[in-house]
């Protein structure tokens, strides 16, 4: 089975940071969509960061641009995002998803993690 694994949410004040971490089994790493989505009470599920494990292409929320950076580490098959200058609208469930085509558009999310709180304050 394909099993995807969140680590890093929490808590933090406005400005901060916070790195989450993806780590994929069961499913071939190198030729992989791999990102996060997120999803606020309320509000609709967005697509935030994303990257194409074969070829290290990026995409991100024009929301996110600039504060969040995304990562991998094939050696352990995990995809990280850094959050910086953290924002309270920032706030919400982020949950990694993985799939094979629709890296540029949101469109990857065959498989789910169970999802991770991230919370920032004002």
């Known amino acids: 089975q394909v099993q995807l694994v969140e680590s890093g949410g929490g808590s933090v004040q406005a400005g901060g940071s916070l790195r989450l971490s993806c780590a994929a089994s069961?499913?071939?790493?190198?030729?992989?969509?791999m990102g996060w989505f997120r999803q606020a009470p309320g509000k609709e599920r967005e697509g935030v960061a994303a990257i194409y494990t074969g070829g290290g292409s990026t995409y991100y929320a024009d929301s996110v641009k600039g504060r969040f950076t995304i990562s991998q580490d094939n050696a352990n098959d995990t995809v990280y995002l850094q959050m910086d200058s953290l924002k309270p609208e920032d706030t919400a469930v982020y949950s990694c998803a993985a799939g094979w085509v629709g890296c540029g558009s949101w469109y990857f999310g065959s498989y789910w993690g169970r999802g991770t709180q991230v919370t920032v304050s004002s």
């Open positions: 069961g499913v071939t790493y190198s030729s992989l969509c």
